[in-house]
């Protein structure tokens, strides 16, 4: 196992909660939550699971950056 791997290991341990989310809740919820990230919303503060989460599931993490990544690609330009 490399460090980094080993690391991100240790930190997922000591940041389980007593009440987590599945990966099924968090799909369930991540629309919502990307949706107020890209409106530039405190989307943590209002999903704190789903944050949570994101930072405990590398694989949920790939998805949520890649759907985010889709929907600002799909924003009109900011007027100057």
Do not use: W
């Not at 000591?14 to 989307?43: H, K, M, N, W």
């Not at 704190?48 to 949520?64: D, I």
């Amino acid at each position: 196992m490399k460090p980094e791997q080993f690391r991100q290991l240790i930190h997922s341990i000591f940041s389980t909660r007593d009440e987590e989310i599945l990966c099924a809740e968090f799909f369930d919820l991540l629309p919502r939550y990307v949706d107020l990230r890209a409106a530039g919303q405190d989307a943590s503060a209002r999903l704190p699971q789903v944050s949570h989460h994101l930072g405990q599931c590398p694989e949920c993490n790939e998805v949520y950056e890649a759907l985010l990544e889709a929907v600002r690609s799909e924003e009109p330009p900011a007027a100057s």
